[in-house]
């Protein structure tokens, strides 16, 4: 399958069945997006077939899906347009269900967030609830809440989800499969998600053949306890962040905070949470590094 006469994609021979979870892997332009939309129905296969249970009920998010927003209507008109036999109490509910509170289930969308839009996006992807259920990059550009609020959707789903993500975090928890998308293949991926982000951070090619190693300098005894001790302190970094993260994300799901009058303290909460995420970016790259370190000179 490609675009113009020129694959992207060749030979591909994929099987997704209910309950699966798959992530795809792969460098940007390798055609992650590409398979999404096939497999979506978006886009046909120049060759080859495929083949669907004729009931199969297809969910599809990307973030340019929010450009197909209609701007001078409200959420509520678009899910009325979904469902015309449902009252206004079961719609609200609905989009309360999605974090879009009462004011904005009234506003047109040309006046809402980012955060929101992709929120009423997802509510449209998911409102016939999908046997599968295809996600392109759904965080980007997803405010913290929501990106909460689809980390816990997602854990929870029961049908089938194919994720294609940068959010190593958000794929450690949805994913149990991977699939690497790469050279106009698609395959499973035969490591697993530490494996692969090592790679992608040592800027190896993913899946190479081993490349020769730079000759292992010889290290005291003394230098390599001290980097063995650098990795334990990493590690106990983490683990006491990833506690903090969990803690606060269990607070920011208490659907009591987001009353109007909590604002200040919601605010508090979510300024906290992001100081958090941050510094589990940076100690996931110190941890990699002492790490890389320990490993070069074992
Ligand atoms: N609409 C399009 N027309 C022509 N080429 C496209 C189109 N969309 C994607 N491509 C090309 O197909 C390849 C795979 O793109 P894509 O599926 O978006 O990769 P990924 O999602 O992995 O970054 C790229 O070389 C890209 O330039
Ligand atoms: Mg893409």
Redesign the pocket.
Known sequence: M???G?P??RRLNLRIDQDDRIA?L????????????LLANKLQAAEGRIIRHSKLRIGYFAQHQVDELHIDETPLQHIQRLRPEEGQPRLRARLAGFGLMADQAETVVGRLSGGQKARLSLLLATIDAPHLLIL??PTNHLDMESREALVEALTEYPGAVVL?SHDMHLLGLVADRLWL?KGGAVEPYTEDLDAYRRQLLAGDEVKSEAKPLEKPKKISRDDMLALKAEVRRCEEILTKLNDMRDKLAKKLADPALYEDARKGELATWNAKYGEVMNGLDRAEAMWLAAQEKLEAAT
């Open positions: 490609g675009y113009g020129v992207v994609l795809l792969g460098r940007n332009g390798e055609g992650k997006s590409t398979l999404s939309k392109d990059e294609v998308v």
